[in-house]
Every structure is written in structure tokens, then in C-alpha cells.
């Protein structure tokens, strides 16, 4: 694919003429059988082109996450968080993929292979430019250098074109939220992708109190009315109990932004993903209704 350089920065430039500098077969090293912990890793080294041999709660992946596709031939080791360690010693994977959220379980993966692990997400520190350098560490340590640079440098490129597609519907802030039943949500800040990737986008992030590594703990519903003029985004996919009740809610439908039509409901995306995340996020908000001239679908 042809890179737009009017939406490369400078890391990104810089990444893509050390591509180039690269002897030949650098950047096609040995191929190595990768096991992967964490999501964000997980999609990162699926979009350059690794196929690991075992990955964690690969069927939650497919729904939540959704994008990149996994191949059937990836192996499911269960959960992030408590990973079956028999599984993954039968996958016998050469490296295994982690994240700063699996540090507690560095020693026991070690056990098994070496682990590599780079963080996307700090708490107060937007995540946007920490995938970027995730994906081109990830590249370089796995042979995938020349991949990974071309990505993140199409990705600035997608937002670029978003942003400017979009430039007629981000007047208004929004808050980005997740629903958890029918009285409460967490808000994403600016320290989630989703809060970032907007505000890249030309958005203003409505929610201005704390949040850490992506969210802030569940809030009252009626908290949306503090800034009355901001639409209201939410993350799929909404617990169908949740559904019901909301239609119906004496206190949703007085929230301004519901009595107006400003409400938008996306499909799930990863709340700790990488770029591919990044990439779903911005293309889902960007084609729904509300912020393409179509009518709302609040």
C-alpha cells in the first residue's frame, strides 16, 4: 500500500528509513514459534503477519476484540490471567508475548520460553504513541521490522484521512462509555485508546475527571448531564438486561443527549488493544450516523 508521508511523524519516519537501511534478510529472521499472553500483543503480531501457535481466550478475542481474525490453527490457552501453563508447554513456543497487566506471571511463563513484553498502557499517559513503538519493537524483535513500520506508518495515514473526512462532525464533545447495567457506565479518558484515537480524530473528550489505564470505575448514569451540549458514544456490546431497562428509563431518557438523538452504539473493540484496535475504534465512530450525516441511532 502506497504511505500518504503528509500523516507520518517523526518516530514513524525515522522507523521506515531504518527499514530501508536494514541488509538484505535482516528483517526476515528465523521464523519462531510465538505464544502470546496479551491481547494487545496478540493483535499487533497478527497485523504484521505472525501466526502464533497458542494465544489466550481466543474465543472472547473473536468477540470483543473481533479484528484481526485469528486462524483456527492458533492454539487457546484460556484465560489472560491464569493461563494453562500444560497448554502452552505443549504449544512449545520459543518466545511468549506479554504486557506490563502479566508481570506477576513473568517467572512462571520464563519457565517455559523467554518472555517479551512492551507496554501500551501506563495510567495519565495517552496509549496512541506507546502502540506505535510496541508494534516496531514487536517488528524488530521478531523478524518483522520492514511490516511493522509500514503499518504504523498506514495507520497515522488512516487517522490523517479520518480526521479530515470527519471534520464537519466533531463540533461537540463526547463521552466514550461502556455500559455495565442500567445505572451506570465507565467513562473512557485520555489515557485509553479510545480517548485518544478521538481526540486525533478532532473530537474533544467530554469526560474530564481521572481515569486510569483506560477507564474510570462505574458511575451513576446521571453523570453524562454535567456536560449537556456532549453526545454520547457507547462501546458495544451492552449487556441485554442493561437493553431492556434502558428504553425505559425514566433517568436515561432525561439525559440531554438521549432527548436530542445524540447517541451513538458502535460494536465491540478491545479496550486494550494495540493499533489494530486503534484503527477499528476510529473507522467504526467515524462511519456511524451521528458523525457521518446520517441520522442518529440514539
Request: hydrophobic content about 50%.
Amino acid at each position: 500500500m502506497t504511505v500518504d508521508c503528509r500523516h507520518i511523524n517523526r518516530r514513524t519516519a525515522l522507523a521506515l528509513s531504518m527499514v530501508a537501511l536494514l541488509p538484505a534478510g535482516t528483517a526476515r529472521a528465523q521464523e519462531k514459534r510465538v505464544a502470546v499472553v496479551d491481547w494487545a500483543m496478540l493483535e499487533i503480531a497478527l497485523a504484521i503477519g505472525i501466526i502464533p501457535v497458542a494465544a489466550t481466550e481466543l474465543i472472547q478475542f473473536r468477540l470483543i476484540a473481533v479484528e484481526p481474525d485469528v486462524p483456527e490453527s492458533v492454539a487457546d490457552l484460556g484465560l489472560r490471567g491464569t493461563p494453562n501453563f500444560e497448554m502452552l508447554r505443549m504449544a512449545a513456543p520459543d518466545i511468549i508475548l506479554s504486557s506490563n497487566f502479566y508481570e506477576y506471571r513473568r517467572a512462571s511463563l520464563e519457565r517455559v520460553a523467554p518472555v517479551f513484553s512492551m507496554t501500551v498502557y501506563e495510567p495519565g499517559t495517552p496509549p496512541y504513541g506507546l502502540a506505535e513503538q510496541v508494534a516496531l519493537g514487536l517488528g524488530a524483535r521478531l523478524g518483522r521490522s520492514a511490516q511493522a513500520a509500514t503499518y504504523v506508518a498506514e495507520t497515522a495515514t488512516m487517522l490523517g484521512e479520518l480526521r479530515m473526512r470527519s471534520a464537519s462532525h466533531t463540533e461537540r464533545p463526547i463521552f466514550i462509555i461502556n455500559i455495565g447495567d442500567a445505572r451506570h457506565f465507565r467513562a473512557f479518558g485520555n489515557d485509553s485508546m479510545f480517548g485518544d484515537v478521538a481526540i486525533r480524530l478532532g473530537f474533544t473528550n467530554a469526560w474530564a475527571d481521572k481515569s486510569s489505564y483506560s477507564a474510570a470505575a462505574p458511575v451513576g448514569m446521571e453523570a453524562l448531564a454535567r456536560v449537556p451540549e456532549a453526545s454520547v458514544v457507547i462501546l458495544g456490546p451492552v449487556p441485554p438486561e442493561a437493553e431492556k431497562v434502558l428504553s425505559k428509563s425514566a433517568l436515561w431518557n432525561a439525559l440531554p443527549a438521549v432527548k436530542a438523538g445524540r447517541v451513538a452504539t458502535l460494536d465491540p473493540v478491545n479496550h486494550f488493544g494495540g493499533l489494530p484496535a486503534a484503527r477499528r475504534f476510529a473507522r467504526l465512530l467515524t462511519e456511524a450516523p451521528l458523525f457521518s450525516g446520517g441520522d442518529s441511532n440514539g
